[in-house]
């Protein structure tokens, strides 16, 4: 960081890019966390379809908003 400043530019491919992973740590941490709470409550097999379901949706609708 030049002159120790951090400069954001949002249009930055760099910034997109730690955004994505930030989104992405956050989203495996926390299903880890509902997986468990799920599974005292649910069978292996519709906690694990559930999951996939989710990210099924999740990633159609990204792929349909960024025109990809």
Do not use: C, E, N
Request: hydrophobic share 50%; proline share 4%; aromatic share 12%.
């Amino acid at each position: 960081f030049p002159g120790g400043h951090v400069k954001i530019d949002p249009q930055s491919p760099y910034t997109i890019a730690a955004g994505l992973a930030l989104i992405a740590a956050i989203s495996w941490g926390v299903s880890t966390i509902f997986s468990r709470y799920l599974l005292q409550r649910k069978s292996m097999f519709t906690v694990t379809f559930v999951r996939f379901a989710l990210t099924a949706i999740i990633t159609g609708v990204v792929v349909l908003a960024s025109g990809s």
